[in-house]
């Protein structure tokens, strides 16, 4: 097994095909399947099934892709590490929108303008994904907002705690239980599933026994924004994504029957037995800027 048949091995999962995947690295279609065939033999494991001609990944090449990302990753950060000190340098970050657009991408700038040589890789997604991305070995950093991390495989860096708020426009009935009693207001305007505090909230009105009759899924904040701020419905968001509508008194925050419970913004990285000094830089200078 060697560092070129494992890449083979990902750009034929990328690309689902063995002519793409020659295609796009410059090789035959027969030297692809020749490389992906001696992968088997050495595993002893079937990499692929073929239905209808569309290639599956098996459950056994599932069980293995986190650690073939984090040997790549590391081959390639090492080739980093022997060039020139000037060669840009690259760090592969996952995060979601309401740290993005709430001082994140302000703290990504400033340490590029700090370290120039550096190249940053921004991946936006779901908290629960980012996570993911990271355990795969797909990114370096991954930020999440959450209650809690539990693995341990994962080194978690608490940033600062997240208010989570139930939001509606500034004419809404004040409390959470008159709004859902309300039929122009109980409609719930909310990002994906996938969302950590969405699934809080859905199982807060579980618990105190509320029923949610309407719901619109967006998948940008801005978007959801813009609904609530057209008073149509409500939303659940973390508190500094709605400051400024607040403070303009074009949104408000609606009083709920119990406090929901209190979320953080998280930097993890994944427990290595090397570390990636870069990785390491960044959060030093991300703790200090935010």
Same mark, same amino acid.
């Given at each position: 097994?060697?560092?070129?048949?494992?890449?083979?091995?990902?750009?034929?999962?990328?690309?689902?095909?063995?002519?793409?995947?020659?295609?796009?690295?410059?090789?035959?279609?027969?030297?692809?399947?020749?490389?992906?065939?001696?992968?088997?033999?050495?595993?002893?494991?079937?990499?692929?099934?073929?239905?209808?001609?569309?290639?599956?990944?098996?459950?056994?090449?599932?069980?293995?892709?986190?650690?073939? %990302?984090?040997?790549? @990753? #590391?081959?390639?950060?090492?080739?980093?590490?022997?060039?020139?000190? /000037? &060669?840009? =340098?690259?760090? *592969?970050?996952?995060?979601?929108?309401?740290?993005?657009?709430?001082?994140?991408?302000?703290?990504?700038?400033?340490?590029?303008?700090?370290?120039?040589?550096?190249?940053?890789?921004?991946?936006?997604?779901?908290?629960?994904?980012?996570?993911?991305?990271?355990?795969?070995?797909?990114?370096?950093?991954?930020?999440?907002?959450?209650?809690?991390?539990?693995?341990?495989?994962?080194?978690?860096?608490?940033?600062?705690?997240?208010?989570?708020?139930?939001?509606?426009?500034?004419?809404?009935?004040?409390?959470?239980?008159?709004?859902?009693?309300?039929?122009?207001?109980?409609?719930?305007?909310? %990002?994906?599933?996938? @969302? #950590?505090?969405?699934?809080?909230?859905?199982?807060?009105?579980?618990? /105190? &026994?509320? =029923?949610?009759? *309407?719901?619109?899924?967006?998948?940008?904040?801005?978007?959801?924004?813009?609904?609530?701020?057209?008073?149509?419905?409500?939303?659940?968001?973390?508190?500094?994504?709605?400051?400024?509508?607040?403070?303009?008194?074009?949104?408000?925050?609606?009083?709920?029957?119990?406090?929901?419970?209190?979320?953080?913004?998280?930097?993890?990285?994944?427990?290595?037995?090397?570390?990636?000094?870069?990785?390491?830089?960044?959060?030093?200078?991300?703790?200090?800027?935010?």
């Amino acid at each position: 097994m060697n560092i070129k048949q494992l890449k083979i091995l990902k750009a034929l999962i990328d690309t689902g095909s063995y002519t793409k995947t020659a295609k796009l690295l410059n090789y035959t279609q027969s030297n692809i399947s020749q490389q992906i065939r001696q992968l088997e033999i050495e595993l002893k494991n079937e990499l692929f099934l073929h239905s209808n001609k569309q290639l599956i990944q098996t459950k056994f090449l599932l069980q293995i892709m986190p650690l073939v %990302n984090d040997y790549i @990753s #590391t081959h390639d950060q090492i080739l980093n590490v022997s060039k020139n000190e /000037n &060669n840009n =340098k690259k760090l *592969k970050i996952a995060a979601p929108e309401s740290l993005v657009t709430t001082g994140l991408s302000d703290a990504i700038k400033h340490f590029l303008e700090k370290y120039p040589d550096t190249d940053i890789d921004l991946y936006n997604n779901s908290c629960n994904y980012n996570q993911t991305l990271l355990m795969n070995g797909e990114v370096d950093i991954a930020f999440v907002i959450n209650k809690e991390i539990q693995n341990k495989y994962i080194n978690k860096h608490i940033l600062s705690p997240e208010e989570i708020v139930v939001v509606a426009h500034k004419d809404a009935p004040n409390s959470l239980e008159e709004l859902l009693n309300n039929k122009r207001y109980n409609h719930f305007v909310i %990002n994906e599933k996938d @969302s #950590t505090y969405r699934k809080m909230f859905e199982e807060f009105v579980d618990v /105190n &026994n509320l =029923k949610i009759e *309407k719901k619109t899924e967006l998948w940008s904040i801005n978007t959801i924004k813009t609904f609530i701020l057209d008073n149509m419905g409500f939303s659940v968001l973390p508190l500094k994504t709605v400051r400024e509508e607040i403070r303009e008194n074009n949104l408000k925050i609606i009083e709920t029957c119990s406090d929901l419970p209190v979320f953080y913004s998280f930097a993890l990285t994944k427990k290595k037995e090397w570390e990636f000094n870069l990785a390491n830089l960044f959060l030093k200078e991300i703790k200090s800027f935010l």
